[in-house]
Every structure is written in C-alpha cells, then in structure tokens.
C-alpha cells in the first residue's frame, strides 16, 4: 500500500471521495481540489480507468521545505533519482505553484530538470532525458506555502482528456466536470436524460457512459503508468476486461439532446459516434422552445449561454447567415444573441428556459449550470439546492429545480 492522491475540480472531493472508495481506497481523506487515500498498484490503476472526476492520479516520493530556487535544487539534487529511472530514461516535469515567490511554474520545473541531470551526470557521466510529449516519467511538483511535494504523474496527462471528444463549438465543458455534475445531481442512469442545449454533447456522453457502465478512461490511448519501468501488463489486462466484460449493450431509457446550433449538432454527433454511443444518443437540431420530453419523468441538465464577456468562445455556427435566413423564432433570436452579448437578452433566453421548463417539464427534475447568476434569477423558478463549482476560471452555480406535477405553489419563486 502506498499514498495517492487524485486531483479534481472545486466541489467534486465528496464525489471523488466516494468513487474511490468503491474502487477499495484506504484512509480517504478529503483536501481542496483533491483526494489522498491509500492503495496498491491495481487501486491506482483502476483509479485512473474509473474516477470520472479526477483530473490525475499521483504518487508522491518526495515532499520536504522549500523556499527559493536554490533550496529547490539542493533539496532535489538529494533525492536518489537513479532509484526512479535510469540515465535511458525520459522524463518531463509540470509545476504548479501557489508559493508567494517561487511562483514560476516554468522556472521551477527548469530547477528541477537541472537537479535531475546534474546529479545523474556526476554520478554516471550520462542523464535522462526530457521528452514533453511521450516522457516515460511525468512528475508532477506541487510547491504550496514552503512545502514542494514531487509525485509521479500515473495518469499521464489529464484525465479529463477522455479521447471521444474530436470535435467542438462553443464552450464545451471539461468532460470531469460534466460527469462530475451528473454524480452531484444523484442522476443513476434509470430515468431519461435530457440535454436541450447540448453544444459538443459532452452531458450526453457523459450520461450514456454512466448509464452503460462504461470506464470514463475507455477511450484512451493510454495512461502514464503503462510506460513505467515497473508496468504490471497482466494486471493491467485483467482489470481492463473485467471492465470491458462489465459494460452494458443496451439501456432502456432515451438520452436526447438538442442544440439550436447546426455546427453544435454536427460536432456532438461526430463525438458521439467516435464514442461508439450512436446507438444510444439522440440529437436534433431545435430550439430549447421546441424540445420536449419524450416521458412522465427524467432529468434535464443545461449549460445554457451565459452571455457576453462570460462566453469566453467564439459565436457558433447559430449566427451565421444562413441560419438567419432560415427565419429563426424570437427564442432561437435570442439565443444567439446571447452569445454576442446584450444583457438583457441573455436574460430573456433565461426567462424562455423557466417557462418552457415550467410548462412542458413537469414531473421532471433540472440542474441548470450556469455563471450567470443575473440571468439565473430570471428562470422565476425556485431553486431546491445550489452548489458552487467552477467551470474553468468561472464561478458558477449548478441549480437543480424540481417541477413536480400538480403543486405548481411549490414551482414558483421564493426569491
Ligand atoms: C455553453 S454551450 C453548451 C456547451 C456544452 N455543454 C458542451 O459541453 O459542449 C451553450 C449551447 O446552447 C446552445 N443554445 C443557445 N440558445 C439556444 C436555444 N434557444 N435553443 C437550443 N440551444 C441553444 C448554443 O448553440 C450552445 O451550443
């Protein structure tokens, strides 16, 4: 048993926590963006092919004070390197710092390198060396208040990086996130899943892989331990057919989303069809106003526009002249206007999103992401729980509204 630690975004811990310990971590504990637990080699395996919200896997060997450049390269000239890898070996380190003066990532990975060779050179004439893309081992240094903590990166490189994602518009959400957010909302994978502004489909790959028990790390190419010296292949190839032999091929609720946009549409049919999930996703193009539920019951999760500076994206194919030419509706108007810009817009798409939803959802439960929370007051529904998270630099408030049938006091706004 060794120490771990899984990264992930802001108010994913609780969630990770719990996949981990489904998964057999130990002594989980939960800290600021990340899990520390502790496992064997098949835990931090598995952790890579199964934590839907973790971003990377480490493994620390090294942690010790720290304050400046040259107490960094004394402290890590130190450490037995020859122990981890071998003069053929190559390596690449990322930094990431919240030290009030050692805070240039670039810089302080430069050190490190510089340790790493200088120590290898004394002592055989021969060192590693670095290679960015493929190295053989990704270390991850962590400088935080005067502590530097050094760990091998077992992911390789973000786990968000799921692989079926090969097309995009908009603003498509980090894939963790996603799934993250349909942990949060307690969604399991037995009611209809509905995306009405599904961008690059990201909610509904999500959903399906959730839904047909599919490893969030199925598609792809491969994880950093895999190129360790120390690589256990037969263990490897046994947890990944027990995965395999696991998933489900066929499902008997509908995943449909929807998207305003044509080029949004294409790419979320193309990401889906590279995931295999053709079968079980449907997406049309329509506006929000058009979308309706194809059942009593589901859930409906949205990551609407959020309008102006807040899209840090380019308009998307909505806005091009042809659309327009098509006669959009006022909603459809509204929408891509939402994405140029004009306040009050922006909140009128989220006045139409309320209404519809208030209208034709019933019965339904909505999760609502958005960083929005000007325009978030105009849905004029009342929210039964709110949960802060960010999606990327932006703070933003994942809502669930729940539309139940029959007791439209308890739909209406309390504030
Ligand atoms: C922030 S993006 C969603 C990104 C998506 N979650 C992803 O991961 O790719 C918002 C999407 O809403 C769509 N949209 C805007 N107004 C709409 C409307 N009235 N009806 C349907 N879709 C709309 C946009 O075309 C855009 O793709």
């Not at 000239?77 to 020859?82: D, Q």
């Not at 922006?346 to 519809?356: A, F, M, R, V, W």
Request: with cysteine.
């Amino acid at each position: 048993m060794f120490r771990l630690v899984a990264t992930t975004f802001s108010g994913a811990e609780e969630v990770l926590s719990k996949e981990l310990k489904a998964l057999g971590a130990g002594e989980i504990k939960t800290l600021s963006r990340a899990v520390e637990f502790t496992g064997n080699t098949e835990i931090m395996y598995k952790a890579n092919l199964f934590c839907r919200t973790a971003f990377r896997i480490l493994k620390p060997f090294s942690t010790f004070k720290v304050n400046d450049e040259i107490e960094l390269y004394k402290q890590c000239k130190e450490i037995s390197w020859e122990e981890l890898m071998t003069a053929d070996d190559t390596f690449a380190i990322e930094a990431v710092s919240s030290h009030e003066k050692l805070n240039h990532t670039l810089y302080i990975a430069q050190k490190i390198k510089d340790a790493i060779a200088d120590r290898f050179r004394a002592k055989s004439g021969k060192r590693p060396s670095v290679d960015l893309a493929n190295p053989r081992y990704a270390i991850h240094a962590y400088v935080e208040k005067d502590k530097c903590t050094l760990s091998l990166d077992s992911s390789g490189g973000s786990l968000h990086k799921r692989g079926y994602r090969i097309s995009a518009t908009g603003a498509p959400l980090n894939e963790a996130l996603a799934a993250g957010l349909i942990l949060l909302s307690g969604w399991e994978g037995s009611t209809n899943f509905y995306d009405p502004m599904c961008g690059s489909g990201t909610f509904l790959i999500e959903a399906a892989m959730l839904a047909l028990n599919i490893p969030s790390g199925m598609y792809r190419k491969g994880f950093g331990f895999q190129r360790w010296r120390n690589f256990e292949e037969e263990l490897w190839n046994g947890i990944l057919a027990k995965a395999k032999s696991g998933i489900k091929n066929s499902l008997d609720i509908k995943i449909c989303g929807a998207d305003i946009s044509e080029g949004s549409v294409r790419a979320a049919n193309i990401n889906i069809k590279n995931a295999g999930l053709e079968k079980f996703i449907s997406v049309e193009k329509k506006s929000f106003n058009d979308f309706m539920p194809q059942g009593e019951s589901g859930m409906v999760m949205i990551n609407p526009p959020y309008g102006g500076r807040l899209d840090a994206s380019p308009l998307p194919a909505t806005s091009t002249p042809s659309h327009r030419q098509a006669g959009p509706t006022p909603l459809q108007r509204r929408g891509e206007l939402a994405m140029s810009s004009p306040r009050e817009d922006i909140g009128l798409l989220y006045k139409e999103i309320g209404n519809h939803l208030k209208k034709n959802f019933t019965g339904h439960v909505t999760w609502i992401l958005t960083a929005n929370r000007e325009a978030a007051k105009q849905i004029g529904l009342h929210s039964s729980k709110k949960i802060q998270v960010y999606n990327g630099p932006l703070e933003c408030r994942f809502m669930k509204f729940e539309l139940y049938s029959g007791s439209k006091k308890r739909n209406e706004p309390t504030e």
